[in-house]
């Protein structure tokens, strides 16, 4: 088997959310571009079967929002009612893929012969919009795997970022994220989190950055199913200046 055999979620391609919007503004549309690919660089299209959608508003209410195509991307939009931060997160079911010994194949283990290994591919991603008013914010949405900004604000190059990983709501030790910058797509550095599963990540370029978790857990394999769930979070901060 060659790479190319290999599908994209599973040799490492994630859903990541961007949007231009500095602060949000009552009664303003607010749009953010839903990609797929690799440390923000492009390529190709989630399925947008796939995908789910909700904004989190100032009070942390959850309401869920529609996925469009739009182009080269899918397109999630919405209109705050509320003066404050905003949440915007994805869900992206991704599937089940097995590899036998003729190569790799959609679908459960119960499928197929000759089965090497099987995974659930699931991932979830999140943007922070601000806003005027208030600047309260509850960034644990309840994600199976999560990135928490810890005392999330406007960054500026040069300055660190203060990172929380969560999984299933406990902090989650030893976890590598990777952190890529727009403009320097493909490129990325990586930082382990410590015993509070929290990291440090310098943010030595203005831009657009995305954060990634990747996650394997056998413990959640189904037995004729799959032998592990394959987790990926993302969280991206817009403008650092």
């Known amino acids: 088997m060659t790479d190319e055999n290999i599908p994209d ?7 990541w959310l961007e949007h231009d ?22 390529d190709g299209l989630a399925d947008i079967k ?11 209410k959850k309401h869920d929002l529609t996925v469009d195509s739009g ?11 509320l003066d404050g931060y905003h949440t915007v997160a994805l869900e992206y079911d991704a599937g089940i893929y097995t590899v036998t010994d003729d190569g790799w194949h959609k679908g459960p283990k119960s499928d197929y012969e000759n089965v090497k290994s099987s995974g659930y591919y699931y991932q979830y991603a999140r943007t922070i919009i601000s806003g005027h008013g208030s600047k309260d914010l509850n960034p644990v ?21 203060g990172l929380q990983v969560l999984y299933d709501g406990a902090a989650l030790p030893g976890a590598v994220i990777t952190a890529a910058c727009s403009g320097s797509e493909g490129d990325a550095v990586e ?22 978790v990747r996650h394997a857990d056998p413990g959640k ?21």
């Open 9 to 15: 979620v599973v040799r490492g391609h994630e859903i």
């Open 141 to 161: 949405l309840g994600h199976e795997l999560e990135i928490i900004p810890i005392g999330y604000r406007h960054y500026h190059a040069g300055e660190e970022i």
């Open 71 to 81: 182009d080269g991307c899918l397109i999630v939009r919405f209109d705050p009612v």
């Open 221 to 241: 394999g189904v037995e004729d199913q799959y032998d592990e769930k394959v987790i990926t979070t993302i969280l991206t901060v817009m403008g650092v200046h």
């Open 21 to 42: 919007m500095q602060h949000v503004h009552v009664g303003e549309t607010v749009e953010c571009k839903v990609l797929f690919g690799h440390n923000m660089a492009i």
């Open 50 to 60: 796939g995908v789910k959608a909700a904004v989190f508003d100032p009070a942390n």
């Open 191 to 212: 930082a382990t989190t410590d015993s509070d599963g929290t990291a440090l990540i310098k943010l030595d370029k203005s831009g657009n950055w995305m954060f990634k």
